[in-house]
């Protein structure tokens, strides 16, 4: 018969402790998702100055590891805790802690190519490039908050570094547009007022209409309305407004989505062009060539209205406003 002492009980209870510990922090090392497809990525960042503990607890207030403690104590043990790298990381709760130690300690250098669609906004192009890891989420908005470079971000597929410097992502980018874009505009406009009018307006067509014999259309009409002192009533207009109002948002997969209330048609903005007569102050998105080349090549027409049909994305033309009437019911308010 084996007496229980008390050295053999503390022995006992240490030996448990130590089990049911080891127990504990094996378990906090697995992914929090047990996901075999790999869970949803989520942009995580991680800041200049950082520690180890701070980014344990980030990762855990964003639900991407079990534990802080179990982080703090595997990155020591590791040997990586003071070689977390600054820098966007994109990181999935289905990754167990040495994948993600291992991802922070690595770094994010590398290449990293976007493409910018025509008709994207500055938020859109902030949007892409940050999910990219390109650049910080609002970097570029903020970068350009004091100089307006709506329509000057070219439309196009570059290749950028992971966690580049957004003045020198700006400069390719409107390197570009001087490339590209500008040669057209001085050729066509005789003033530098004129080539930002023109800019403007190709901004609208862009969004508008993706064809390019519709953009010449549309073109026209802009024009026509601006020579007859009418309203623009460009649906384009009220969705930037909206956004600039910071009453909606806009993704990379789909830059030119708006959906419109009647309470958004009263926006008091100048970029409202059912409230303000005129061109905006400014473009609502960076065009590429076609729509610029439609805007120096307006297409004179009976036309006064158009519309989209959300089926085909037909662009249809209207003579009248009782005919544009009949073609919202036909192609709007039926579907």
């Known amino acids: 018969m084996v007496l229980l002492t ?3 009980i503390i022995g006992a209870i240490i030996v448990v402790a130590v089990l049911a510990a080891s127990g504990f922090f094996f378990f906090n090392l697995d992914p929090v998702s047990d996901n075999a497809g790999g869970g949803a990525q989520m942009v995580f960042q991680v800041n200049p100055g950082d520690g180890f503990r701070e980014v344990a607890q ?13 982080f703090d104590i595997f990155s020591l043990v590791d040997g990586r805790a003071f070689e977390l790298k600054p820098g966007l990381y994109k990181v999935s709760p289905s990754m167990d802690m040495e994948q993600i130690v291992a991802m922070l300690s690595a ?7 976007v493409t910018i669609p025509p008709g994207s906004n500055i938020f859109d192009v902030d949007k892409i490039l940050s999910v990219a890891l390109v650049i910080h989420p ?3 908005i903020n970068f350009t908050s ?12 570059y290749q950028f570094y992971t966690n580049d410097n957004v003045a020198d992502v700006v400069k390719v980018m409107t390197d570009n547009f001087n490339i590209k874009a500008e040669p057209l505009l001085a050729a066509g406009s005789s003033s530098v007022a004129e080539q930002k009018e023109t800019l403007i307006i190709a901004s609208i067509v862009q969004v508008e209409v993706p064809d390019q014999a519709d953009q010449e259309l549309v073109a026209g009409i802009i024009l026509k309305r601006l020579a007859a002192g009418m309203p623009l009533d460009i649906d384009a207009t009220v969705c930037y407004a909206k956004l600039l109002a910071g009453l909606t948002s806009t993704t990379p997969a789909a830059p030119k989505a708006c959906q419109l209330t009647a309470l958004d048609f009263k926006i008091d903005s100048p970029y409202n062009s059912y409230l303000y007569k005129g061109l905006p102050p400014a473009s609502i998105g960076n065009p590429g060539t076609s729509a610029i080349t439609a805007a120096l090549h307006p297409q004179s027409s009976p036309y006064f209205y158009y519309l989209s049909d959300p089926v085909t994305g037909k662009t249809i033309f209207a003579k009248t406003l009782d005919e544009q009437n009949q073609n919202r019911v036909k192609y709007i308010e039926s579907n």
């Not at 980030?58 to 639900?63: F, G, N, P, R």
């Not at 004091?146 to 597929?157: A, I, K, S």
Request: proline share 5%; glycine share 10%; aromatic share 2%.
């Open 107 to 113: 770094g994010t250098a590398g290449e990293a190519t």
């Open 138 to 140: 609002g970097e570029l």
């Open 6 to 8: 008390k050295k053999n």
């Open 146 to 157: 004091t100089q307006n470079l709506e329509g000057r971000l070219f439309p196009d597929t």
């Open 58 to 70: 980030h990762l855990s207030t964003e639900h991407l590891i079990r534990s802080p403690l179990a």
